[in-house]
């Protein structure tokens, strides 16, 4: 079983690019970010034309979460359990063929200790007690997503010029940590060790070019799925396509 995450940055502007992908990758779920657009123009009738279920969780410019699956997803969960009409769309979660996943789209969090920040982290500790509330390590549980945090020194090209700013300070890589701590295993990690790879490339000052990038976008997983993988690689080819999403997708291939 193949499953992937992807910030497209607009589902309908990428959505050709997103066409191409999927038929070259051929995963069996694709979990994508920042799709910038309200559910009644969510392009469901291209994906299913294309082979695919889509569950969806939009708004309108900005934000917006779905899983594009193989299969039809079960139990669909949109957003936090207390959320409101007016409440971000950032997480959607589906079970399928035994695995529950959740795919988030963490805030991006501007300046540190702006109202912004403090959003971001609280996010994240409301993302924390969801697993603490709804699901148990022993379980098949998967959770991808853009962070927004590279959480450890090797996600960064340069840890010196990034540490204390935003997607690497000490408050965001603390916050993450303790979502990891519910259970979870970077799986890109497990598999490659301490290689430095990135999946966001800033558009500005030649970042892509220089690669200058950082380690953004994860999947990780419970021990029962670690144990099933075989292997988690960052998908660059969409990076270098005209107009590209500034995210690339991330993989990861289980034994099932």
């Known amino acids: 079983m193949k499953i992937a995450t992807w910030n497209v940055n607009s589902i309908n502007v990428r959505m050709p690019q ?13 979990c994508v970010q920042e799709t910038k657009c309200v559910d009644e123009s969510f392009p469901y009738q291209e994906f299913h034309d294309l ?23 079960g139990d669909v969960v949109k957003g936090f ?14 079970t399928l063929d035994g695995i529950r996943i959740v795919n988030t789209y963490i805030p991006n969090g501007s300046e540190l200790w702006s109202d912004k920040f403090e959003f971001k982290l609280d996010w994240i500790q409301k993302l924390r007690h969801f697993f603490d509330e709804n699901y148990k390590p022993s ?26 700013k935003i997607h690497f300070s000490k408050p965001e890589r603390a916050a ?3 979502v990891k701590q519910w259970g979870f295993v970077d ?14 490339w800033d558009y500005r000052a030649g970042a892509w070019q220089r690669n ?39 993989v990861a291939e289980f034994g099932l």
């Open 18 to 30: 997103l066409a191409a992908w999927l038929k070259a990758a051929n995963p069996d779920v694709l």
């Open 51 to 73: 082979g695919y279920y889509s569950a969806f969780f939009g708004q309108k410019s900005y934000n917006g979460v779905a899983i594009i699956s193989r299969h039809e997803p």
């Open 81 to 94: 359990p207390d959320d409101d009409e007016d409440s971000q769309k950032r997480l959607i979660a589906a």
């Open 139 to 164: 379980e098949k549980v998967l959770l991808c997503g853009d962070f927004n945090v590279a959480a450890e020194p090797a996600d960064v090209w340069n840890p010196g010029a990034w540490e204390g």
């Open 176 to 178: 993450i940590h303790f």
């Open 187 to 200: 799986l890109f990690r497990k598999m490659n060790g301490d290689i430095k790879e990135f999946s966001w």
């Open 212 to 250: 200058h990038g950082l380690r953004i976008d994860h999947i990780w997983v419970s021990e029962p799925l670690a144990d099933l993988c075989k292997k988690c690689w960052i998908d660059k080819t969409p990076r270098q396509l005209e107009k590209p999403s500034d995210h690339t997708p991330v």
